[in-house]
T-cell receptor
Framework: KAGVTQTPRYLIKTRGQQVTLSCSPISGHRSVSWYQQTPGQGLQFLFEYFSETQRNKGNFPGRFSGRQFSNSRSEMNVSTLELGDSALYLC????????????????FGSGTRLTVV | DAKTTQPPSMDCAEGRAANLPCNHSTISGNEYVYWYRQIHSQGPQYIIHGLKNNETNEMASLIITEDRKSSTLILPHATLRDTAVYYCIVRVAGAQKLVFGQGTRLTINP
């Protein structure tokens, strides 16, 4: 089975710009989550999507948004980039049934490293 | 989700067992203990999880105390590739997010 694929791996953007990151989950996984990792705050939950619907959202400003497509692929968007948005953005997929989650947990991609200059 | 407490760093000699402790004194009856690890510049990797019984898989063993207030992840024969940050997380199975603490930075020394 192919793993979780995130593109691009690296990105450099300028303050004020916007950025879109992409995530392709493991085939058959219907839930996709996004996390931000920074040296100061560690790993923080951004949001989770299931069947094209956002089910849960972390404590991030409205500049952070996402969506999920019918094939479960997901994108996240950050508008009006700030220097503090520089981070590793991780996507994770899972089979959200209780039994599936209990057995398999989350599978993470390798992340997109975003640098805002 | 319950809060967990882990030592910030540990060292272990290659070939020895690495024992990583985690305290979760406020864990609820329906919360599982999950362990993930993150090798530098990669996404976290699922290791093992359990509810109240000890668990073992090809990667590690998980020992949960009878009162469930603490647990230990055991890597039986640590290798250099086990150098990573290890996260202990407690959550209800099927919950919609993982809440990561600061984890334990485990260094395996040759």
């Amino acid at each position: 089975k192919a793993g979780v694929t995130q593109t691009p791996r690296y990105l450099i953007k300028t303050r004020g710009q916007q950025v879109t990151l992409s995530c392709s989950p493991i085939s058959g996984h219907r839930s996709v989550s996004w996390y931000q990792q920074t040296p100061g705050q560690g790993l923080q939950f951004l949001f989770e999507y299931f069947s094209e619907t956002q089910r849960n959202k972390g404590n991030f400003p409205g500049r952070f948004s996402g969506r999920q497509f019918s094939n479960s692929r997901s994108e996240m968007n950050v508008s009006t980039l700030e220097l503090g948005d520089s981070a590793l953005y991780l996507c994770a997929s899972r089979e959200p049934s209780v039994n599936g989650d209990r057995v398999y947990g989350y599978t993470f991609g390798s992340g997109t490293r975003l640098t805002v200059v | 989700d319950a809060k967990t407490t882990q030592p910030p760093s540990m060292d272990c000699a290659e070939g020895r067992a690495a024992n990583l402790p985690c305290n979760h004194s406020t864990i609820s009856g329906n919360e599982y203990v999950y362990w993930y690890r993150q090798i530098h510049s990669q996404g976290p990797q699922y290791i093992i999880h359990g509810l109240k019984n000890n668990e073992t898989n090809e990667m590690a063993s998980l020992i949960i105390t009878e009162d469930r207030k603490s647990s230990t992840l055991i890597l039986p024969h640590a290798t250099l590739r086990d150098t990573a940050v290890y996260y202990c997380i407690v959550r209800v199975a099927g919950a919609q997010k993982l809440v990561f603490g600061q984890g334990t930075r485990l260094t395996i020394n040759p």
